[in-house]
């Protein structure tokens, strides 16, 4: 392609509203504009490497069984009515009337579309299970669209739903699209994580996020520095043992620590280890007020509170609270002077190992010291109630701990009977039995991924595109195309290329060579063929944009040249 | 594709609410569903052909020298607001607010987007000209959406938009774009014409429509039965060559024709060939009357006479403004008794070769014989003003007209400067003088094209698909699959098939071979691979969709002989 005919639009400063790497170079290379906050177009680079995403993912989706269709936007409100979602999705749907008056939702998901398409089409388990997908625009009135591609309020999404008849075969299609989402974000040349993410049950392999590793990412992953390990960092159990020490068991005494509230602050004045130190923290979990001990350089995690009384709600109790059940301000709860009548205590595994700990005496000013489980209070249950930490060991057993942070580009979830026994979507068993059909969702952000990959492939100078993404493979600059030998030399490799197979864009444009070099550096095509003084020999200069490598090359030798650094 | 996993929801029954063709087998076949009144699901096999338009579509595109990309649905009021079209647009244009109440409208079309996109980029004649296009969901909340997806609220739109320098740049675009449209039709195997539309200059050649030929269309055309030429009928000029006969003048008689209203009343009570009637309308054009004459035989086209008197308005006088004016009813009008002092008469051509003829008196029940134009009246000026009608000559003088309906799938036109003015897209000149842009915009109804082919491509049976359009190439039936030789010989056939690259659906169903067969039938593949008795023979039988031809075929000799009927 001519770059003459394209619409590039560079720009040379860093756009002021722009805060992440790749929503400014997406804007300086010209591969996006802003609409309206969080609506984009896309120029034509851009929509390149969206039609390359989109290509890996219909191969991967067809490999896994997923057919294609495509469902509109306009989605009448009577069907989120029927899922209950019209009333608790809130002002992220957007919703509007047509002339005659009718409410619609602009499809911020499929899932009541799906639903009732198949609900109303396949009535028996002889055709199931079923695993449809679409690519399509999805709308979303996020309260602060930010990061540019990354949340936005109108984006593409490659949304997949299947139907099973039994749950063996939900668990067959989820893991088929497991590895789906896997080689796709692979083929994207991402670094990324299978995060498990499911909220409902700990440790569950019923939801999955993929996660994108990136300094900008919104959420907290826990992986293993050594297998393929990763959680949200909510979800991961810990699976570390703990070192009791030997030490001599010592008497439980009561200290005054006038001033002294955090751990940090205790643990530095009376010269204790941290790792002494008892955390107790009260919570109200639903109605009932339970008193949770942790080391005290650990975390409490309420997910794993929430998960273990499957609680509705679970929060930290308020300064009124406390005083009101333990009689003291937060910073000087312990369990020792708790009644355990009143309120149950419960403590993560690793209080078990505490000898001769310090804790809170329910009493302003004054702290326990020889503090020991046990001995000196009891505990309800010993449970698995903190974040996992860095470095601890993985879960899996292979491995330690690292945290990144994430930016979710795809999700497969178990949806279970959610949808079709709100929408009655049901089938007729072997035995002639109606039951609701079971579902999975699958999807992918396919602008997002575009914008991730952006994140995790530019240097200070510009983007810079993995070859089986980039909106073009190779970049031809003439110097100076007013000198007829660079000009025709560049026609030449333009031709050579193209009939090569090679993609190529043409910088034809009559610009001096350093707004060319700054464009195409802001650009990131893998290789840029440089023809300049030696054209008339038909020699050029070949510079690979990741390594920024360069080498002379002679026209005869530039295919087989090129294609060892665009092997697709 | 094996068919137990698509999702193909066949009917038996035609469904009540489509009346046409193509969207009764859209349905039946399982291609379409409908999600609200103008809103459609495209099922896998719908989604298949609109992917191989698109394809179609891109690669003409692209040869014309545009440039994809893709523009968002959301847009801002203030855009339309700019245009003007917020306020003109009327109740077609789907509105909404977002959560910060904003107001939004869905892209109907993309002019304002587009327009302010290339207006803040695009500053030099340097950079003209620019041809860009989108292939995207498009909203217009029809008044009465019908005929399935020939007239729908959310469709498939391709739209492209060309910014220029100067006029001829815009018409060499132009001339590209209609030859594009015409490759895309044609390889779509479309029975189409295109079709000239201007309703601003007569005979104008500054936008064409592309009208597949078709009894459910909305528009008339009338084309030349030997040349490319074709027009909107109202558009079309007339170029006949009128016969005046040798006969000799009579004198002008009042005569009684009590009763006698219309053209055909008034010819057979005085036996007087329609030919030699004078047909008489007064028009009221902005604030002036003017009594057309026409022919007998011929009908006023008002558009003619719009574009004469460059009028804003052009209505019939209603029978209280004939009386006034007049002093008769609507039935007794002519030209000789109005005095054309008051009233301006002016004539179609044809009127100067009447002689003898009959009109109205400007009397109830009285007519004038013996009419000779000159002689019995003066007109301000013969013009062509009479739609054109079969038979006549084709205006480029190649063959006759003929009339056909026509569904409109695209639209060449020149824009002009109506954008770029209202939204101050200016560009620098090489004079440094500022100048608004020049512009072009083209549309394909992508999904309106789908139907269009159903529309023209069926018979009793079903759809019968185009090779270059069908969703797959060949349908392989086993007539019993729990008979291991037919499955085994279908299993090799679909294998066989697919190395070879021909496109297949596997009709692995358990199913009667009746319902196979009608459902194969519905869909309409171009060849249909029937593996029967003679399995263990490894002969199976070939019959082709469109003409019903049956044979026999061996497995070695598959792959060639389906060759040649499906050649891409």
Redesign the interface.
């Known amino acids: ?1 001519k770059q ?4 590039i ?1 560079t720009l040379r400063e860093t756009p002021s509203d722009a805060d992440i790497k790749s929503h400014q170079l997406l804007l300086r290379a010209g591969f996006i ?1 802003q ?2 906050s969080g ?6 680079l ?3 490497v ?1 039609q390359k995403i989109e290509t890996i993912v219909r191969e991967e989706m067809e490999r896994a ?1 997923a ?10 409100a009577e069907l989120w009515q029927e899922s209950g979602r019209w009333y608790t999705y809130g ?2 749907l ?3 009337n ?2 005659h008056d ?1 409410k ?1 939702a ?1 499809g911020a998901t499929h899932e009541e ?1 799906i639903t009732s ?2 609900r ?3 009535k028996s388990y ?2 199931l299970p ?3 997908y ?1 690519i399509q ?1 999805k ?1 979303r ?1 996020e ?1 602060r669209p930010r990061f540019g591609l990354l949340r936005g ?2 984006f593409i999404m490659k949304d997949a739903y299947s139907f099973h008849a039994s749950q063996e075969s939900l668990d067959e299609v989820y893991e088929k699209m497991f590895q789906a989402y896997s080689n796709i974000f692979s083929r994207c040349g991402l670094n990324f994580r299978a995060v498990i993410a499911d909220s409902g049950a700990m440790g569950g392999k019923d939801t999955h996020e993929f996660m994108v590793l990136s300094d900008v990412g919104e959420d907290t992953i826990a992986y293993s520095d050594e297998s393929n390990y990763a959680a949200n960092i909510e979800m991961a159990p810990v699976v570390a043992t703990y070192h009791k020490s030997e030490e001599d068991l010592v008497s439980l005494e009561k200290v005054e620590t006038v001033g002294k509230k955090s751990i940090q602050e205790v643990s530095e004045y009376l010269n204790v280890d941290e790792t002494k130190c008892l955390k107790s923290l009260l919570f109200k979990v639903d109605e009932k007020y339970v008193l949770v001990v942790v080391r005290g350089d650990h975390e409490v995690n309420d997910v794993k509170l929430k998960n273990y009384y499957d609680a509705g709600s679970v929060e930290l109790a308020s300064p009124e609270e406390t005083k009101l059940v333990l009689g003291c301000s937060i910073g000087s709860i312990g369990p020792v002077a708790t009644k355990s009548e009143e309120v149950e205590v419960i403590a993560d595994q690793a209080v078990s190992s505490i000898i001769n700990g310090v804790c809170g005496a329910n009493e302003e000013d004054f702290h326990f010291t020889g503090v020991n489980p046990g001995r000196d209070f009891s505990v309800e249950q010993f449970l698995d109630l903190r974040f996992i930490q860095e470095g601890d060991p993985s879960p899996d057993g292979i491995g330690k701990i690292v945290f990144a942070k994430g930016i979710e580009v795809g999700h497969v979830f178990k949806l279970g009977t959610r949808y079709s026994e709100a929408m009655n979507a049901t089938f007729l068993d072997e035995n002639g039995r109606s039951q609701p059909m079971i579902m999975g969702c699958y999807g992918i952000g396919v602008s997002r991924t575009l914008a991730a990959v952006a994140e995790q492939f530019n240097d200070e100078n510009g983007l810079i595109w993995p070859t089986n993404l980039s909106p073009y493979e190779a970049h031809v600059i003439p110097i100076n195309a007013k000198k007829e030998d660079q000009r025709l030399l560049a026609d030449r490799i333009y031709s050579l290329l193209q009939e090569n197979n090679i993609s190529v864009l043409y910088d034809d ?2 610009e001096r060579p350093g707004v060319k070099f700054a464009d195409s550096d802001l650009m990131g095509l893998p290789v840029r063929i440089t023809v300049g003084k030696k054209a008339s020999e038909d020699i050029v200069e070949i510079k690979i944009r990741k390594t920024g490598e360069t080498l002379e090359v002679n026209f005869e030798k530039l295919v087989e040249t090129i294609s060892t650094f665009v092997v697709k």
């Open positions: 392609m003459s005919m394209m619409l639009p504009r609409n309206a609506v984009y177009s896309y120029l034509p851009a929509k390149k969206l069984g057919v294609e269709l495509l469902m509109p936007a306009l989605q009448q002002s992220e957007m919703r509007l047509d002339r009718r619609f602009l579309v398409l198949v109303d089409e396949v002889k055709r079923l695993s449809l679409q625009n709308f009135d309260k309020r109108e444009r009559d």
